[in-house]
């Protein structure tokens, strides 16, 4: 079993993750977060909202950052006015390109199917997989032996050229083995397909009353920037952060959790003077990267990647992109878990003027067939007034966006072990650990009364209703002590507590560390300030 396939099963088993529906067979693309997922995942955005947001001190200048800055979030709807998506440019731009097969029925994102060319028998063609890496040159090279009629010893009669390639370099569409035909030529030409799911506001099911779900956070902060504003009293440089939900109509969701069709995005769009723009994007970069190595993702899984030039969207000067080698990857392949853009005035403007397109070096409004705007955008003005220098402009926009379930799900595979540790003979026993950090786990500590009697069960309630005061805590009772802790360390609780024999003589308890397996004794009244220390 792979790693990644034994942690969906830990996630299924413990209640991490379930698929959605599943007593109906499921739903492609939607995942349910069960009781330890729902604490893990809330413990990531909390994370994220407190780090970025309500802990921020606006008074000094964090480490990196030019000058001191404000931070303040919004939550807005999920469904909005549909001219948003207009200027925005997600209703002409925001597709990808997806191929069907005749034969098979099924429908492949144009850039996912890879392949390889092959000859045999004086006839060359395309072997398309879905597979990446070793298991997709096994797969083609099985398919290639049923297609030719040939048995696995007569493989040295195929003759390949070279490692796997994209689908989107082949054009004889003629030539193409689709990854689940058994004919050639089943794939028709690629076609745009918008990921923006559609919807019907109000009784109105015509065009007249479409709409979308939101394919993002960020926008709902681009029209509401004046009312933030004019409400607050912030000042540039500040933020503007919103988390919530997403959806995208993603045309093969795979990977767990990692492409779904339903996630959550935890946003900042960070508005500044346009001088100061390329500064603040590399301190957003760093500042961003250091959050997920603060919170355990550390090593060379976790990388920090510059765009090229060519890669950048028409109005960005600079993009990077945080990236975890997910163990479902290939070997040296890396999936974004958040992306931060340098995206000048391009939203602001987009709002303000209409739907903009770059016409040389310049950004200009899209002109329909009639030489109006394509998309008109709100007329409102968008720009800012700075008191003190008198200047007024339409501010730069940093933008760090990352995806919540993406990070819990980079945070559950960094933090899955199995290694050994002693049971209560002292015998080593192999156990399935997560090393989460104290701040993501879902419960942060366990007390157990070693045995049901002698008066330990009430001096380990009384311990566990003092800490749920404060933290998410659990008790237990039933079973081999060293099953109980086993049990915790596939949950990822970082502490355990137990109230032994040596509780009724000193009125010490035992704590013990999920990583290092120490323990050591503490005053069973100093629990709540000893744990307290050590989940920060
Ligand atoms: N406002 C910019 C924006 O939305 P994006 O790169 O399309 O940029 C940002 O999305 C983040 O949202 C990604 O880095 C990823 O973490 C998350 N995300 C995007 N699509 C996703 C999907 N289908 N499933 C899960 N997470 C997704």
């Known amino acids: 079993m792979s790693t990644m396939d034994k942690l969906v099963s830990l996630c299924k088993r413990r209640g991490f993750l379930f698929q ?13 977060y ?41 939550d807005c709807t999920i469904i909005m006015h549909p001219q948003v998506w207009k200027c925005s440019g997600h209703y002409d731009l925001f597709h990808d390109f997806m191929v069907d097969c005749r034969e098979s029925k099924k429908r492949y994102r144009h850039d996912q199917v890879r392949g390889r060319w092959v000859t045999a028998k004086g006839q060359r063609i395309f072997v398309a997989t879905e597979q990446a890496g070793d298991e997709g040159l096994a797969e083609t090279q099985q398919r290639a032996l049923k297609f030719f009629n040939l048995r696995a010893k007569d493989v040295e009669q195929l003759a390949w050229e070279g490692e796997l390639v994209s689908l989107t370099t082949v054009e004889d569409h003629a030539r193409i083995l689709g990854p689940d035909a058994k004919e050639l030529g089943t794939l028709t030409p690629p076609r745009e397909f918008n990921l923006m799911f559609k919807t019907y506001v109000g009784a109105l099911s015509g065009e007249e009353g479409a709409a979308f779900l939101r394919p993002e956070t960020a926008q709902g902060i681009f029209v509401n920037f004046k009312n933030v504003l004019d409400s607050s009293r912030v000042k540039i440089p ?17 990977n767990f959790t990692f492409r779904s069709r339903e996630f959550e995005q935890m946003e900042i769009e960070f508005f500044c003077h346009p001088v100061a723009s390329a500064e603040w994007y590399r301190y957003w970069r760093d500042r961003r990267f250091r959050w997920y190595t603060d919170l355990g993702l550390a090593g060379e899984r976790l990388r920090l990647r510059e765009h090229e030039a060519s890669e950048l969207s028409h109005y960005s000067c600079g993009t990077a992109d945080i990236e975890y080698a997910f163990p ?35 950004l200009v409004v899209e002109q329909g067939p009639d030489g109006k705007p394509r998309h008109r955008g709100s007329g409102k003005d968008l720009s800012y007034f700075d ?38 003979n002292g015998k080593l026993q192999s156990r399935v650990v997560l090393k989460l950090h104290p701040r993501l786990a879902p419960i942060k500590c ?29 008790y237990d009772e039933k079973g081999a002590v060293g099953r109980r802790y086993r049990r915790q360390d596939e949950a990822g609780t970082p502490y355990c507590i137990t109230v032994d024999s040596q509780t009724l003589t000193d009125g010490t308890v035992t704590f013990r560390d999920r990583d290092t397996l120490e323990q050591w004794r503490v005053k069973a009244d100093d629990c709540v300030p000893e744990l307290s220390a050590r989940i920060r």
């Open 446 to 474: 366990a007390v157990f009364p070693l045995v049901k009697k002698d008066g330990m069960p009430e001096i380990a309630q009384r311990i566990y209703r003092d800490l749920k005061k404060n933290f998410n805590v659990f």
């Open 20 to 32: 959605s529906s599943e007593i109906y067979g499921g739903l492609n693309g939607f995942w349910d």
């Open 34 to 74: 069960g009781p330890l997922g729902v604490e893990l995942k809330r413990n990531v955005k909390e994370a994220w909202w407190r780090d970025m947001v309500s802990g921020h001190d606006e008074l000094s200048a964090p480490l990196g950052a030019p000058t001191p800055y404000e931070m303040t979030g919004l």
């Open 387 to 424: 008191e003190e220098s008198r200047e007024r402009f339409v501010p730069h926009v940093i933008e760090p966006s990352a995806g919540a379930d993406r990070g819990t799900l980079a945070f559950l595979c960094e933090a899955y072990r199995e290694d050994e540790a002693p049971d209560e």
């Open 238 to 254: 500040f933020g503007i952060a919103q988390m919530g939900k997403s959806f995208r109509n993603e045309i093969t969701p795979r």
């Open 328 to 362: 479902f990857l290939p070997p040296g392949e890396f999936g974004e878990l958040e992306g931060i853009a340098h995206r000048g005035d391009f939203d602001l403007r987009s709002h303000m003027e209409g739907k903009l397109v770059r016409q040389g070096g310049e």
